[in-house]
């Protein structure tokens, strides 16, 4: 039987093996669809992760929502204390610079914690999504305990890619599943 690593390590291997171009196509087209839904229309604050290693791209995201008058976080990784803060970006990119594992993170002079329950939408990144709209996430568990911490009301939405979703994925009972899967299909 895999395990649980051999199976994030394996999904992850095929995520890369995408061209530049394909995760371009795909997420434009994961994004066309989130931005009609009325979970996001209706958000008036936006936490998003910034793309890393062939996610699905967030930028253009990013961009838009604040073109939209959202307010947008982006998540600061608190290693050692196994946590994520929410920090408002006003300027993107201009307010981020390489963070926590090389991902884009706001710069100290533009560290603007927030509230976490000022979160209306929180767009999730993950490695594998099942049909039951469980997640498996990189293993560091940040995303799970920082769900579990966001009022009734705030949408987990997770963006992926159609080869992210499987039959199921292993869960724990920590994990938090998300309200909502996009994919490109």
């Not at 066309?32 to 890393?52: D, R």
Request: proline share 7%; charged share 30%.
């Amino acid at each position: 039987m895999q395990s649980k690593e051999q199976f994030r390590k394996e999904i992850i291997e095929s995520r890369l093996e995408l061209t530049p171009l394909q995760v371009r196509e795909k997420s434009d087209k994961i994004i066309s669809k989130l931005i009609t839904l009325p979970v996001y229309q209706q958000a008036g604050t936006i936490m998003t992760y910034v793309a890393f290693n062939q996610e699905v791209e967030t930028r253009e995201l990013i961009k838009y929502s604040l073109s939209q008058g959202k307010r947008v976080f982006v998540p600061v990784t608190r290693k050692k204390e196994r946590l994520l803060i929410p920090s408002e970006i006003l300027d993107f990119p201009g307010d981020l610079q390489p963070g926590t594992w090389g991902i884009l993170e706001p710069k100290p002079d533009c560290f603007r914690p927030k509230d976490p329950q000022e979160i209306d939408l929180v767009i999730v990144p993950g490695v594998a999504f099942d049909k039951e709209k469980q997640r498996l996430g990189y293993g560091g568990g940040f995303y799970d305990r920082f769900l579990s911490k966001l009022p009734e009301q705030s949408s987990f939405v997770a963006l992926a890619f159609q080869l992210q979703i499987k039959e199921q994925v292993f869960t724990e009972q920590h994990d938090q599943p998300v309200h909502l899967v996009i994919t490109e299909d």
